[in-house]
């Protein structure tokens, strides 16, 4: 059931938050030709000589991939910012990072300053690696289990979405013109201030007003919003069973849940399905897709009608993976998903390769490309984001975001800078750099990820057990290393009755 709270809830989050990593992921590329021309202009006023094209490679690439940069600084700093703040607070505060980052990069052609447009990068990254961790977070703890894998397809379809919005935008006949390129980055502004007016007006996660704040008045109302009904006890309870704490949650640090052998395994699928979630080569596409269509023989003024297609069918099959994952489930969806990305990203390597000497084999180069964009939106564009929400407990939950943070940036920022070359290189074999990659990641979730559709975190966490080589009871334990004092403290549980937000302990 889908309450009209939880709709607006994901919805706003996702505005304000994914879809503005999604539109910042291909706003770069429209305006490219016209960013280089202003940094060259730039560079001659200053020092009375054009930029050699070598240095001009690298500051586009610096520009492009420092967004990562920034997503890492945010990804890193988000755990404290959460545990504080809240989840939602978390979102709204984050849009200060938006703004700035707007404001600097609209300004910088005005103020004759490429620093200004690189800085704004990397501050617009931090907006990104807050609200990439905060928002799965988020819509994670507000959702029943039994549409948590659609609601958080919401944060995947809205990076489409994004994706398409900037293309959209990109085009000749809006702001794809050498004196419009700044309104481009000033448009960020328009979802922040959305995002601002109307998230205030709905309920913090009530898995944390519960379990970190121990206010279960609030938690208890914020279930009811959420969930669309007023007896929400078996919830409230529900959520304490799975969390096993004593009076109070504490939050497992990132060497913590390193340690924790009950969960090894969890951290490293997450560590796998993130790094190929970036390296897979989908970012490249993004950032570099009108240098592959133009290598791909496209005329030049057919190509930002051409790019157009590849968000509309990003979003379309984020749309269908959202539709469909609850009935398939997780499992199947991101192993096709690398596995139909192996296959393409083969035969557009062919297709690139002999595209002169048949002349119907650049449309099957866009093809491609668009059966990859497509493959991943299936199942690998949102689905680690909604497992890394799944495998771990509240009090470990941020720490496994910040893990999963690292990897994904860490990894964006490679491709984002090393693609272009990787392309000079290899040239039309430069992707079977990314189906290698893809099949990897595929063969390690085929023997190692379990089903996790539908399942609580205690079912998780068994399916986990026998390759972490600890009993059940022994991960209940391990999840809490620090708290090990004896048997019956270990047993011990909340009850749901609360005099005046001091929560009384039962024995199971």
Not at 188 to 202: E, N
Not at 280 to 309: Q, R
Not at 321 to 344: A, C, Y
Not at 448 to 470: C, G, M, W
Request: net charge neutral; hydrophobic share 45%; proline share 4%.
């Amino acid at each position: 059931n889908w309450s009209g709270s939880l709709i607006v809830a994901s919805l706003t989050g996702a505005f304000g938050s994914s879809f503005l990593y999604g539109y910042n992921l291909s706003v770069v590329n429209a305006p490219a030709v016209y960013i280089k021309k202003f940094y060259n202009e730039t560079w001659e006023r200053r020092y009375g000589f054009s930029v050699d094209e070598s240095t001009l490679t690298l500051l586009w690439s610096i520009t492009v991939s420092i967004f990562a940069i920034g997503g890492l600084v945010g990804a890193i700093i988000v755990t404290p910012i959460v545990k504080f703040f809240g989840r939602k607070c978390t979102l709204l505060l984050n849009n200060v990072f938006a703004v700035t980052a707007a404001l600097l990069m609209s300004l910088s052609l005005l103020a004759g300053s490429f620093e200004m447009l690189i800085l704004g990068r990397i501050i617009m990254g931090v907006d990104a690696g807050i609200s990439l961790s905060a928002l799965p977070m988020y819509l994670s703890e507000i959702s029943p289990k039994e549409i948590r894998g659609s609601l958080g397809q919401v944060t995947a379809i809205f990076i489409c979405i994004g994706v398409f919005t900037g293309q959209v935008l990109g085009l000749p006949e809006i702001f794809g013109q050498e004196s419009r390129w700044p309104y481009l980055f000033g448009a960020i502004i328009v979802p922040s201030l959305i995002q601002v007016v109307i998230l205030p007006f709905l309920p913090e996660s009530p898995r944390y007003l519960l379990l970190e704040k121990h206010n279960t008045s609030k938690a208890e109302k914020a279930f009811q919003r959420f969930i669309g009904k007023d007896d929400v006890s078996h919830e409230i309870e529900e959520v304490l069973a799975e969390s096993r704490i004593q009076r109070n949650t504490k939050l497992v640090s990132i060497l913590q849940l390193l340690r924790t052998r009950a969960v090894r395994w969890q951290v490293i699928t997450v560590v796998v399905t993130m790094g190929c979630y970036q390296l897979c080569g989908l970012n490249a596409i993004w950032y570099y897709t009108n240098n592959i269509f133009s290598e791909a023989g496209i005329k030049h003024e057919t190509i930002p009608y051409v790019t157009l297609s590849t968000g509309a069918v990003e979003t379309l099959a984020a749309v269908f993976s959202g539709l469909v994952i609850e009935r398939l489930g997780r499992r199947p969806l991101l192993i096709g998903g690398f596995g139909l990305m192996v296959v393409f990203f083969s035969v557009l390597t062919v297709s690139l390769t002999l595209q002169k000497t048949v002349h119907w084999l650049p449309y099957l180069s866009i093809f491609c490309i668009l059966a990859i964009i497509a493959s991943f939106c299936i199942g690998p564009g949102g689905i680690p984001f909604v497992l890394t929400g799944e495998f771990f407990q509240q009090s470990q939950r941020p720490a496994a975001f910040m893990i999963a943070g690292t990897v994904n940036w860490l990894s964006n920022f490679a491709v984002g800078l090393l693609f272009p070359f990787i392309q000079a290189g290899l040239q039309t074999y430069c992707f079977l750099v990314f189906a290698a990659i893809c099949f990897a990641g595929a063969t390690y979730l085929f023997f190692v990820l379990p089903e996790t559709k539908n399942k609580t975190f205690h079912e998780i966490s068994q399916a986990f057990a026998k390759r972490n080589k600890v009993t059940f009871e022994m991960q209940e334990m391990n999840h809490y290393p620090e708290e090990r004092k004896s048997s019956s403290e270990q047993e011990s549980n909340f009850t749901s009755s609360v005099d005046n937000e001091e929560t009384k302990t039962g024995i199971v």
